[in-house]
């Protein structure tokens, strides 16, 4: 009989950050959000609007998308224009500002971000 009171291990950043970069590229359609283009003929990257550092937003499906090699080359010093402009069509402008206020006021160990994204994969 199998042991529900048993405790999951939790996973390494390595592993969390991998599980969740293909989560997104699933979730995407394995396309560029920005451009539309399709793998294999590109590669895309898990892009992090508000960095990867953030435990409280790295995890966060609202914070990442996939993106192309090219696209985030483009995108990645233009946080507050192209991607900003990008990010506030997609989530609208409140789901924008809950996304920014979770960046600059959650704070989170990445133990317990890792956690939450185990509860979010499952």
């Known amino acids: 009989m199998k042991n529900d009171n048993k405790k999951e291990k939790i996973w390494s950043s390595k ?3 991998d599980k969740f970069r293909f989560w997104i590229y699933e979730r995407d359609g394995n396309r560029c959000v920005l451009c539309g ?5 590109i590669t895309i990257t ?9 435990s409280s937003t790295r995890y966060d499906p609202d914070n990442c998308d996939a993106i192309c090699m090219g696209c985030h080359f483009k995108v990645e010093n233009a946080k507050q224009g192209e991607y900003r402009t990008f990010k506030i069509k997609q989530l609208g402008e409140e789901g924008y500002k809950t996304l920014e206020k979770r960046y600059y006021q ?6 317990e971000a890792i956690i939450k994204l185990m509860k979010l994969l499952k």
């Open 46 to 54: 898990n892009s992090h609007y508000w960095g990867r550092f953030a």
């Open 106 to 111: 959650e704070k989170i160990t990445r133990r």
């Open 37 to 41: 283009r399709k793998t294999p003929q």
């Open 15 to 17: 592993k969390a950050d």
